[in-house]
């Protein structure tokens, strides 16, 4: 905004005010051709000056001479000391106006007298319009951050319940009751035992897990087979299905790829936990010269291909998360025999070069 006061329209100086945190005065925001001192001293409260002629009256205000105007005697001290100065002889000032209320002045100054005439006046709001315009869509922006931080927020702590806090509590009761199993059947006692261990290792993992949502850097740095690992303990301590895991070669590679593969094993397993009912599930890596492989497979239930909706299961997110890194993805699905989701990352040459 101001650049184009000064580069296009040949202003000497310009200068963006908006409110302050406070809404108590307006500073600046932007500027172009002042000194560092006049950035840092403008500042104005909304009944000072030539400020409050803007506010009052809506649209602009137009002084041809500093010099001989006589509104001058209005200003603070030491926004005539600055105006003195920098030089400024003429100045036009608009009305930033955002929401229905004044949130902002727009000023365009020249060193020598110049007279505003109407076009160029309506030039200037124009300008400032837009600067309205791009001041509502960083608010909106922000205000959309906002939300999907609360939405992440909320959604993290609806996992963490679903998950580590069920889990736990649920080994608190088995921990009880140990004692008196113990007593009376030793075996049955390890047996609960091995429960609260497996129990509190998917606790842990899911924690884990949730972490790295909390910190994606942690993601991108992390081993793809001990993310592996760790969302098979999560899965076994969730939902009591023991998830095996086994990875062969050496698994380096650039970093959307390796989220992308872990984001895909993730939602695979999570249909696992919650629509299976398998009895158990694997999962395999195999990484070499010609690329990756990573097989998530399961002895459930299974599913109809055909008569599940794409956006089902998270199969059109899987898809995706494939596509953009350049990878196959197949899901192979049985009745009563299980399902095998297959990627298949074919390296050099591809999105993601390892």
Request: charged share 25%; proline share 4%.
């Amino acid at each position: 905004l101001v650049d184009i006061a000064v580069d296009t329209l040949h202003a000497d100086k310009s200068m963006l005010l908006v409110w302050d945190a406070e809404r108590q005065r307006y500073v600046t925001r932007s500027s172009r051709g002042f000194s560092s001192a006049a950035r840092t001293a403008l500042s104005f409260a909304r009944d000072e000056g030539l400020v409050a002629e803007v506010i009052a009256s809506g649209g602009p205000v137009v002084v041809e001479d500093a010099l001989s105007d006589p509104r001058r005697a209005s200003e603070p001290d030491a926004v005539m000391h600055l105006t003195e100065v920098e030089g400024i002889r003429s100045s036009i000032h608009v009305p930033v106006h955002v929401d229905g209320e004044v949130f902002g002045i727009f000023n365009a100054a020249f060193d020598t007298p110049h007279a505003f005439g109407a076009d160029e006046q309506r030039l200037f709001v124009a300008l400032a319009q837009r600067g309205a315009l791009a001041i509502e869509n960083a608010q909106l922006y922000e205000q959309a951050q906002e939300l999907a931080v609360v939405a992440e927020r909320q959604r993290l702590a609806r996992d963490l319940h679903d998950a580590v806090t069920q889990t736990l509590f649920s080994a608190s009761l088995i921990a009880e009751v140990l004692p008196r199993i113990w007593s009376h059947s030793p075996e049955e006692g390890m047996q609960r035992l091995e429960e609260v261990r497996q129990m509190t290792r998917g606790a842990l993992a899911e924690m884990r897990t949730l972490l790295l949502e909390l910190r994606p850097t942690a993601l991108m740095e992390a081993d793809l087979g001990g993310l592996l690992r760790q969302l098979a303990e999560a899965i076994n301590g969730r939902a009591r299905v023991p998830v095996a895991v086994e990875v062969e070669g050496e698994c380096t590679c650039a970093p959307q790829v390796k989220v992308a593969l872990y984001r895909i094993a993730q939602e695979a397993l999570n249909n696992v936990a919650k629509h299976a009912n398998a009895t158990e599930a694997r999962v395999s890596l195999r990484c070499g010269p010609e690329g990756m492989e990573l097989h998530i497979s399961d002895d459930g239930r299974g599913f109809d291909l055909e008569s599940v909706p794409p956006d089902h299961l998270g199969l059109t997110i899987m898809r995706e998360r494939a596509d953009a890194i350049g990878a196959d993805l197949t899901i192979e699905s049985i009745s009563e025999a299980g399902t095998t989701v297959t990627v298949v990352w074919p390296g050099k040459g591809t999105a993601g070069v390892c």
